[in-house]
């Protein structure tokens, strides 16, 4: 399933292919609407979602559903399906994480602190998936 996001597209991403980038009214709307399975402001910045519909429709069909989550999203959809399994991919390593995230030189350094803290949290809840890969 492909996640919808307020952000605007980092130079590499495509909207439609990577993520559909929406306004925040528009988000509102999915939002107020029910047309979400799971959403989340994340950073403290820009909120990301998964479209219901889309899920509905491939668990109705008896697909597999990978959705690539955080740890808010991932507690919300355990809520509307506990029976999925929910997999938590974690880094090689803490310095491997680091290097990662400056390296793709698309955030600010306060950004990358924001992020690096979430990671922490993230890390800590990992006992709450069914598998850590």
């Known amino acids: 399933s492909r996640s919808v996001t307020t952000?605007?597209?980092r130079p590499t991403e495509r909207d439609g292919i990577d993520y559909d980038f929406i306004t925040p009214e528009q988000f509102d709307k999915l939002v107020?609407?029910?047309?979400?399975?799971?959403?989340?402001?994340?950073h403290n910045s820009h909120r990301y979602g998964t479209p219901r519909g889309p899920v509905e429709r491939a668990v109705a069909d008896n697909r597999t559903v990978v959705l690539e989550i955080d740890l808010q999203g991932a507690r919300q959809v355990r809520e509307t399906y506990?029976?999925?399994t929910q997999i938590f991919l974690a880094p090689p390593?803490?310095?491997?994480?680091v290097h990662r995230l400056i390296g793709r030189g698309t955030e600010t350094p306060e950004q990358q602190k924001q992020?690096?803290?979430t990671?922490?949290?993230?890390?800590?809840n990992a006992d709450e998936f069914d598998?850590?890969?």
């Open 82 to 84: 506990p029976q999925a």
């Open 131 to 133: 598998a850590v890969v």
């Open 93 to 97: 390593s803490w310095e491997e994480l």
């Open 32 to 42: 107020d609407g029910e047309g979400l399975l799971e959403w989340a402001t994340v």
């Open 119 to 124: 990671a922490k949290v993230e890390l800590a």
């Open 7 to 9: 952000r605007p597209p």
């Open 115 to 117: 992020r690096l803290e």
